[in-house]
């Protein structure tokens, strides 16, 4: 088999796994399985600038929570305080992290829009801190192995790893309304066995 034919097979693979959510009444692993198969998230801060202070503010995050089929669960970010909602972070740690599958070919493939409640969605509720200097090897880790442009962003913005402590968890995958589960819930879920395919959090 040629190396290009060997490139289809995988990303085919990858297509039918992505289309391989876990079931409905699983809401933990559900949450894991989109935390780890979106790649940007959407942060809502309290603005710290006028003419908008102490309103809420949503920005464009690249997020990872583990190199590909390795996620964690713990949504990692590359900062710097130079950028406007990571000095709202500063003055108030508190923030909300929305993914949505629709950043993915699985709701494009079923005919989903992006609002209905089957292309699923989750918000993580907490606060951003800066991780130390163990963890900021993990989350290098993480987030260089899925955003390699990171690596050659200026060096003088003082880049810095952080991630969100997650104290709620709010997941929009099916009719009758959004459900929660609790960190620890969310963190001891099991990576989801796509049916013919290995054991991934895709």
């Not at 290009?4 to 995988?10: E, F, S």
């Not at 949450?31 to 809502?44: G, K, L, V």
Request: proline fraction near 8%; hydrophobic fraction near 40%.
């Amino acid at each position: 088999m040629t190396p290009l034919g060997k490139w289809v097979i995988v990303f085919l693979l990858f297509l039918c796994a992505a289309r391989s959510i876990p079931p409905h009444d699983d809401v933990a692993a559900v949450a894991r399985f989109i935390a780890h198969n979106c790649d940007w998230a959407s942060m809502a801060t309290i603005s710290s600038h006028d003419p908008v202070k102490g309103q809420p503010f949503s920005n464009v995050f690249s997020v990872s929570d583990g190199p590909p089929g390795s996620g964690t669960g713990v949504p990692y970010m590359y900062l710097t305080r130079m950028e406007i909602s990571v000095q709202d972070l500063q003055a108030n740690p508190t923030a909300s992290l929305s993914m949505s599958l629709a950043q993915t070919e699985y709701c494009k493939s079923q005919g989903y829009d992006p609002q209905s409640p089957l292309c699923a969605h989750i918000i993580l509720s907490g606060s951003v801190v800066e991780v130390n200097d163990t963890e900021a090897l993990v989350a290098k880790q993480a987030l260089f192995s899925r955003h390699p442009e990171m690596m050659d962003w200026p060096p003088d913005h003082g880049w810095f790893f952080a991630k969100m402590n997650i104290t709620k968890v709010w997941v929009l995958d099916y009719f009758g309304g959004i459900k929660t589960c609790t960190p620890e819930e969310y963190f001891s879920a099991k990576p989801y066995k796509t049916p013919g395919l290995r054991t991934t959090w895709l």
